[in-house]
Structures are given as C-alpha cells and as structure tokens.
C-alpha cells in the first residue's frame, strides 16, 4: 500500500511539472480573471474594479475597495483584505502572512496562484503560468472546495462543471422560472459533495478521509486538535464564502423561493462575470450568517452552522454587523483556526 502511494505522489509531483513547463500566452491575458479561483473575485478584475499588477497582484488596499465597491459593509472588507492579502513587496512567492497591526508598508496577493497547480512543489520557479510559484497556497483555499475553477487536473471546465453542477439535488426546476436553478437546500447539496470529496488543500482542510491526523489543518493549527475544533475550524471558510455569495447574488421567484440561476452560475464560473443585470447592494457578516443558517441540516457542515446560529441568535437578527463579527472571531478562537502561525518557507518535496 505505501508503495503504491508513494508511486501516485511521484506521478502527481511529475505531471504537476509537466503542466508547469507547458508554454501558456504570456500575462495578461484577454479574460484578466481567468486564472483567479473565486468567481466573484476574477468578476471584480474582469470588470476592472480590481486591477492586477504586471505580476498578477492586488494590494491589499485595492481588494478592500473593490469589496466594498459591491457593497461590503468596511468592517467585513476590512476582514477579508487583511486576511488574504497580507504578504510584502518582495515575498513573491507568499511564505510569510504579515497580521502586524501596526504594519505600515504595503501589502498584496498574487490573483492568479491560489489552484494546487501553483503550488511550489520541488522548487522555486514560476508556474505554467508565469506567475511566481506560492509557497502557501493553503492560505487562499478553502477547508473544502469544488474544482470547477480548478484545472489542475488537466480536465476541461465542461467536464468539471458537470462532475459537480450534476449532482443529484444541486441544479433543480422551480416554478415560476424557465432555466434550472440553485436553491439554498441545492448549495447545501454542493457542499456536503465538497466536504465528503472536494479538494482539501487549503490551510483549513481536513485529510481526504476528513480526518485530522496529516491534514492541512493539522500543520498550519495543531491547535485545533480535537474533534470539537477541527470539525467547524474546517468548515467555517467553504461555508462562509458561499454563503456570502448566496447572500449578495440569490434572487426570488414569484413564488417567494429564493434562488440562483444556472445562468448566473455559468457566467461567474465559466467567464468570470457578474449577472448582466447586476447592480451593487448592502451587504456584510449580518447577511451572510442568516445565509448560513439557512444551511442547517442539509450536511454543508452542521458544526459551523450550528455555531453561526448561536453567534445570531447572541447579537440579535438585526445588529450592527461589528457584533456578527465579533461573534465570528469569537468563535475561530474558540475553535483554534487563529491559534498558531506556521507556514512554509521551502518547497514541498
């Protein structure tokens, strides 16, 4: 059994190579966001409300501003951007995440190196993309993601829409509307694939059997040891971040069902676009907790949802959303995910 693991990981680390060396056209390219993973964050670029660097990077201030261009309440801009990107000038490859508050220089993030293929992975060169390899791409995936927006695996994004789009629950009629959609019990149904079988690469994931032991998780929060931490610590970012996009994008029937159309859905993750209709509206931690919660039971992850219930029904349905995030931060401290500060320096082997 171990040779045959050790024979796969050899083979993986080979392909990762070749795919690296294959010659891509060169940066930028015409969809400015086709690299970038998150579909609402390659909109902003495409959109130009988020411009990339000549070596594919954001500062920190700009990807504040183009959340809050959407809507975003500060308080919640201010969270994401200081969460993601967070690495100096000359740290091109993202090994160390600078949290110091009173840093004064700038900061950024490298849009297009967040999929595993631009991992550095037995060395430091640049990807197949000619993006300087990242070190930690942990610290931009989720616990557990789709790949739709993934080509690691060499596969078109046709194939990996459907592996996941098609699942059984995820994409249903509604009356009232001509297309398919994605009701909240479809994202729940989207998720609980993701936790079970999705990618596990980020700095939150759980192992692929969804234990700790080996895991992400386990090198970048040993804290977050025991099953009542590492089963929402690996939760909270997959389900936080749909949330917020079910918060920000669900539209409703005429018959009072809210829901996503395929449409939409499509035209974020095949072009990166926002809907042709959309227009920016207030929205921030308040909004995207009651998304959450609208999660119970349906296996997205019932120990996260079960704690963002209890932080909304603490604060209020209604408060300011400075208290839903002091709730958040309560509980990611509470669960271990900000214990710890590890990351790596040196290539994996």
């Not at 902003?44 to 261009?69: C, F, H, I, P, Y």
């Not at 980020?202 to 590492?230: D, I, V, W």
Request: with cysteine; glycine share 10%.
């Amino acid at each position: 059994m171990v040779a045959r693991v050790c024979a796969f990981l050899l083979l993986a680390d080979a392909s990762l190579a070749l795919r690296r060396n294959s010659k891509k056209a060169a940066w930028p390219w015409s969809n400015k966001g086709e690299k970038v993973a998150c579909p609402v964050m390659a909109a902003l670029v495409n959109e130009g409300v988020l411009t990339l660097d000549s070596k594919g990077r954001a500062t920190q201030e700009d990807t504040l501003r183009s959340l809050m261009w959407m809507g975003n309440t500060p308080v919640m801009s201010g969270f994401q951007a200081k969460g993601i990107a967070a690495f100096k000038d000359n740290d091109t490859h993202q090994a160390y995440r600078e949290r110091a508050p009173d840093y004064k220089g700038t900061l950024y993030l490298n849009y297009n190196t967040w999929n595993p293929y631009s991992e550095c992975v037995g060395g430091m060169g640049n990807t197949r993309d000619g993006m300087a390899c990242n070190l930690n791409i942990g610290f931009q995936q989720h616990g557990y993601s789709t790949t739709i927006r993934d080509p690691t695996d060499g596969s078109s994004a046709k194939t990996r829409w459907a592996q996941w789009m098609n699942l059984p629950g995820v994409l249903t009629n509604i009356a009232g509307v001509r297309e398919k959609v994605m009701t909240i019990e479809g994202l729940g149904a989207l998720l609980k694939a993701a936790r079970l079988n999705g990618d596990k690469n980020g700095e939150f994931a759980l192992t692929a059997r969804n234990t700790f032991a080996g895991s992400q998780l386990a090198f970048y929060h040993p804290t977050a040891k025991t099953p009542q931490q590492y089963k929402p610590c690996s939760q909270w970012q997959a389900i936080g971040a749909w949330g917020a996009f079910w918060a920000v994008f669900e539209r409703r029937s005429s018959n009072g069902v809210w829901y996503m159309p395929e449409s939409d859905l499509r035209r974020f993750f095949f072009d990166g676009k926002f809907p042709k209709d959309y227009s920016p509206k207030p929205w921030g931690f308040k909004e995207t907790m009651k998304a959450v919660r609208k999660l119970k039971g349906t296996g997205a992850g019932e120990e996260w949802c079960a704690a963002i219930s209890g932080v909304i029904a603490q604060v209020g349905e209604e408060a300011p959303d400075e208290h839903f995030a002091g709730g958040l931060l309560g509980l990611l401290s509470k669960f271990g995910a900000r214990a710890d500060d590890t990351f790596r320096t040196a290539p994996r082997r």
